[in-house]
């Protein structure tokens, strides 16, 4: 079946830094969305891409859409303490359900 | 409008128990998905359902099943449990399943109700 790489799995930074985070698949997806699940809670949608290439911003994240269509990637700039999180990549591609990364788990040192 | 609402939130069982799991999607949504969430494995998906019928289903023994009611609701069951079931079980729903529109199949997800088998 489809496999998400997501990479790395856990990152430690300091405030203020940017980070960055990728997804990598075995096979082509029409539709990468980025989530944030804070501890708790289910996960939340924090970006969708629906075109290789594509390139989108929320506030201080933004993630692209790969032209291969076999990769992602989320960079959050100027990190702050609330970024504290897991982020998942996930895709999905026709009828086959939503595939899931493995997560990168965020820490922000103050 | 209400999110995804799932209940119980926390749940404790015994080996070869039985639970049922509910998923309450948001108003207007049809498909609802189903995963199971551990430290190992991550999210993985069990099934999901669209106007009453499985559309999908994971790679899970038939220990673990659904359905889904005419006003869009769904359950999930796990019958004779296990310890390697304790897990958060996530629901998430979405206005529609498969080749859609941009947007119409993102997923929101509730929750979760986190499962415990002693």
């Known amino acids: 079946g489809q496999q998400l790489n997501q990479s790395p799995q856990s990152m430690f930074i300091q405030e203020g830094e940017d980070v960055s985070m990728n997804c990598t698949s075995s096979?082509?997806?029409?539709?990468w969305l980025w989530y944030k699940q804070d501890p708790g809670e289910g996960p939340v949608l924090l970006i969708a891409?629906?075109?290789?290439?594509e390139l989108t911003s929320n506030g201080r994240l933004t993630a692209q859409f790969g032209i291969t269509r076999k990769d992602s990637f989320l960079n959050i700039s100027a990190s702050i303490p609330s970024d504290v999180g897991i982020y998942f990549c996930?895709?999905?591609?026709?009828?086959?359900?939503?595939?899931f990364g493995k997560g990168t788990r965020l820490s922000v040192i103050a | 409008k209400a999110g995804v609402t799932q209940t119980p939130r926390y749940l404790i069982k015994t080996r070869g128990q039985q639970v049922t799991l509910s998923c309450s999607p948001i108003?207007?949504?049809?498909?609802v998905s189903w995963y199971q969430q551990t430290p190992g494995q991550g999210l993985q998906f069990l099934f999901e359902?669209?106007?009453?019928?499985?559309?999908n289903k994971g790679n899970f023994p038939g220990r673990f099943s659904g359905r889904q009611f005419s006003n869009s609701r769904s359950e999930m069951n796990v019958s004779t449990l296990e310890l390697g079931d304790s897990a958060l079980y996530l629901c998430?729903?979405?206005?529609?399943?498969?080749?859609?529109?941009?947007?119409?199949?993102?997923?929101?997800f509730g929750a979760g109700s986190r499962l415990t088998v002693l």
């Open positions: 998430a729903s979405s206005l529609t399943s498969g080749l859609a529109g941009a947007g119409a199949n993102v997923l929101t």
């Open positions: 096979s082509i997806f029409n539709t």
């Open positions: 891409l629906y075109k290789a290439g």
């Open positions: 996930a895709g999905h591609s026709g009828n086959t359900p939503l595939v």
């Open positions: 108003s207007g949504h049809r498909s």
């Open positions: 359902y669209f106007s009453e019928t499985q559309r």
